[in-house]
């Protein structure tokens, strides 16, 4: 049998079904496979080794006395900054370093439920402000396709976990790409859920009006399965929206005959990758082959995107980071002399310099006498984008597009440019402006051997949508190529 840390949580929780496996052992080879492979990517900031083989046990003790279900011991890792009752929760941040979180966040609570065990916490970029994991205070994570290369972020540590094996699946966040960008440079599965589907009672907040959990994982299969165990109404989100949840799974299988999926011009611009161009126009003659009708569409609001969120999310981060200041938890800066210079001198070395970038730009755009030249503008503009997607999805059920530009860079090669990291996320942030569901799935490989990405946009609450076209792909695709370079000796 094959070692239960290269299944699919699908394949490994069948396995467990059947008696085949226990889920110690499958954490146990978790943990093994962490223990060897971690040092060379840094996916993880914190393994709980202990805790997780406690959980495993609890988990096939529930299992014997009848209990049954997808999450019942699957091992998950969870980006670190989604709070764990006596788990350490980092932001990959100096400033949270020691944080131990009295609380678990909610979906937290629900994987629980569910039964499933907690592995660990993984490597971001500091508080989720970054595309490449370069930002953390706890070192880059490396790509598993490439140790040379980034594997995205600013949920790098979870796709890179997932697609390193080190996990069954795991829990980004994405408030601009970073559960999708991350997904498509490392070949893995990642969706941003609708705004609102999913609490975020306990995620450490970055933008508040565009944050969103979702499941990165090894196929389509496991995200409908991770959604539909995190989704739903809280009451501790006055954002959280209060609708039944739909059955993710059900429809999986059903296909794209006759339904209308739409091509972006905007999304096809001049300096996209040729090697991504193409693999994403072979994903789109696939969903042809399968009786999807190809409608090319507009969205002309596209080129404002990435301006519009550089306004809106420092100005949001300028206000939610206010709270680390030193006094009621996390760094605090020895010896000052008086409060002025404790709250000065513990943000100074607590905070990393993108953070610092964004805190600046944010409390500007919010100044007297700036805010309606930028903050309120902005929001005018994020209506326009908003209602691209409106009038869009009146004549096609989702969209179709790269979810990147160009395929991994280097390790270091733009950290001194922050304009050409922002635009990473050109194809990924108008879904957080609009607040529709966004997933990244596998279309591809670039001659080096790189993954590449496609990104599937549908309407609000259209996850079922989202995922069919998604799972319909991945079976028209039948990608191989190959494991990770990581994995190759394991
Ligand atoms: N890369 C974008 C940023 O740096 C998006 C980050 C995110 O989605 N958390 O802000």
Redesign the pocket.
């Known amino acids: 049998m094959t070692q239960p840390c290269f299944m699919t949580m699908g394949e490994l929780s069948a396995k467990l079904e059947a008696g085949e496996v226990t889920s110690e052992e499958a954490v146990l080879s978790y943990i093994e496979r962490i223990n060897s492979v971690d040092e060379k990517i840094n996916a993880y900031v914190t393994v709980d080794r202990e805790g997780a083989i406690e959980q495993a046990r609890d988990a096939d003790r529930l299992r014997a006395s009848g209990s049954k279900g997808p999450l019942l011991g699957a091992p998950l890792a969870i980006k670190d900054l989604v709070t764990t009752r006596n788990l350490r929760t980092t932001c990959g941040s100096k400033i949270l370093e020691n944080f131990i979180p009295p609380h678990d966040a909610f979906v937290i609570e629900k994987l629980k439920q569910a039964g499933a065990v907690v592995l660990g916490k993984t490597n971001m970029?500091e508080f989720?402000?970054?595309?490449s994991t370069e930002t953390s205070y706890f070192g880059p994570t490396r790509n598993p396709w490439d140790t040379d290369k980034i594997p995205g972020?600013?949920s790098g540590g979870s796709a890179a976990a997932v697609a390193a094996d080190l996990c069954a699946a795991a829990l980004g966040?994405?408030?601009?790409?970073?559960i999708r960008?991350p997904s498509a440079l490392c070949g893995i599965v990642g969706l941003k859920p609708t705004y609102g589907l999913v609490s975020r009672f306990g995620l450490v907040a970055?933008a508040s009006s565009l944050d969103q959990i979702g499941p990165m994982t090894k196929d389509v299969t496991d995200s409908a399965i991770l959604l539909s165990a995190i989704a739903g109404h809280d009451p501790n989100d006055s954002t959280s929206a209060d609708r039944p949840v739909d059955d993710y799974t059900a429809a999986l299988d059903k296909g794209v005959s006759g339904m209308n999926i739409g091509v972006a011009e905007e999304y096809f611009t001049e300096g996209i990758d040729p090697e991504v161009d193409s693999s994403v126009r072979n994903a789109i003659s696939v969903l042809k082959e399968q009786g999807a009708n190809i409608k090319t569409v507009s969205l002309p609001h596209t080129k404002y995107a990435v301006p519009t969120y550089y306004v809106i999310?420092p100005a949001e981060a300028s206000s939610n980071l206010a709270r680390y200041d030193g006094v009621k938890y996390g760094y605090r800066s020895e010896s000052p002399k008086g409060l002025m210079e404790m709250y000065k001198k513990t943000r100074m070395e607590g905070f990393g310099p993108e953070v610092k970038r964004r805190i600046m730009l944010g409390a500007y755009a919010l100044s007297a006498g700036y805010y309606d030249a930028y903050y309120l503008k902005a929001q005018k503009v994020r209506t326009l984008i908003r209602n691209d997607f409106v009038d869009v999805f009146k004549e096609v059920s989702a969209i179709i597009s790269p979810t990147t530009p160009a395929p991994a860079f280097g390790i270091g090669e733009k950290s001194d440019d922050p304009l050409q990291m922002?635009l990473?996320?050109i194809f990924t942030i108008s879904c957080n402006l609009a607040g529709i569901p966004g997933l990244s799935l596998p279309c591809g490989f670039t001659s080096g051997g790189l993954p590449i990405g496609a990104q599937i946009q549908g309407d609000f609450f259209s996850e079922p949508t989202v995922l069919r076209v998604a799972r319909a792909l991945e079976k028209g695709l039948k990608l191989d190529g190959g494991k990770p370079a990581i994995n190759q000796d394991g």
């Not at 989720?128 to 595309?131: D, N, Y």
């Not at 966040?173 to 970073?178: H, L, P």
């Open positions: 970029d989720a402000m970054g595309s972020g600013s966040s994405d408030t601009g790409g970073s960008q970055f999310a922002y990473s996320d």
